[in-house]
């Protein structure tokens, strides 16, 4: 009796198991549209975890310099698909590049010095 108990609770662990992982899986996210200016190519990259813009030369593509503009924190309890969170929108503004997530948060990353600012609103996209 005891193995058959031990038996039917396996099984149920495996079913359970099976309908927790084939949950929340997602799409790929749309590729963003590299922005040129001066010559130089802004592309945003990451894992959905760590987001990055990417600045290149756009007649050879060599990587100038890359930064952080986010890092989502997550929660280890949670699948990890449903948490990615992805930059969608990148625009020039004068000397800044606007950058926009997938939560519609936005970003100034100073071309000049490199650092981002989190912005209040999303103006200019």
Same mark, same amino acid.
């Given at each position: ?5 031990? &038996? ?91 950058? &926009? ?25």
């Amino acid at each position: 009796m005891m193995k058959f108990a031990f &038996r039917c609770g396996t099984a149920l662990c495996i079913v359970l198991a099976s309908a927790l992982s084939a949950g929340a899986k997602r799409e790929q996210p749309k590729p963003v549209t590299p922005v040129v200016s001066d010559g130089i190519r802004y592309a945003a990259e990451g894992d959905g975890v760590d987001e990055y813009v990417i600045a290149s030369n756009a007649s050879d593509g060599k990587m100038l310099w890359k930064v952080r503009v986010v890092h989502n924190e997550i929660d280890p309890r949670l699948e990890r698909d449903v948490q990615d969170v992805y930059i969608t929108d990148l625009s020039l503004a004068g000397s800044a590049l606007l950058v &926009r997530d997938e939560k519609s948060r936005c970003y100034n990353v100073n071309l000049t010095t490199k650092q981002v600012e989190k912005r209040l609103w999303c103006h200019g996209f």
